[in-house]
Nanobody
Framework: QGQLVESGGGVVQTGTSLILSCTPS????????MAWFRRAPGKEREFVAA????????LYADSVKGRFIVSRDSAKSTVTLQMNSLKLEDTATYYC???????????????????WGQGTQVTVSS
């Protein structure tokens, strides 16, 4: 069904906000769980947030909880990540991921996601 495509990255200052978007090429209804991960230079891939198709609240990493908000548009095709109060440690390449496994629910494990985007760079400076 094609790859996921991220957009919205850029260079911003600490304390500001940025919105990232993820759009699948195929039908989003077949992607039960969508998630965001990030990787900073010299660090391992890190879970950021996950959202599924339903009323269940999204899952957030402790490092971004209260600052980041993951959501989907009215068409339920595009998933967005609203990043607020950005910090220097938020600097990373952000990746969108998706799972086609029905009933998977919310998971922070990268191995549970089979579809990935190419990433978008976010740089936070002082």
């Amino acid at each position: 069904q094609g790859q996921l495509v991220e957009s919205g990255g850029g260079v911003v200052q600490t304390g500001t906000s940025l919105i990232l978007s993820c759009t699948p090429s195929g039908r989003s209804i077949s992607l039960y769980t969508m998630a965001w991960f990030r990787r900073a230079p010299g660090k391992e891939r890190e879970f950021v947030a996950a959202i599924t198709w339903g009323d269940r609240s999204p899952l957030y990493a402790d490092s971004v909880k209260g600052r980041f908000i993951v959501s989907r548009d009215s068409a339920k095709s595009t998933v967005t990540l609203q990043m607020n109060s950005l910090k220097l440690e938020d600097t990373a390449t952000y990746y969108c991921a998706a799972s086609r496994t029905r009933g998977l629910g919310l998971t922070p494990r990268a191995v549970d996601y089979g579809d990935w985007g190419q990433g978008t760079q976010v740089t936070v400076s002082s």
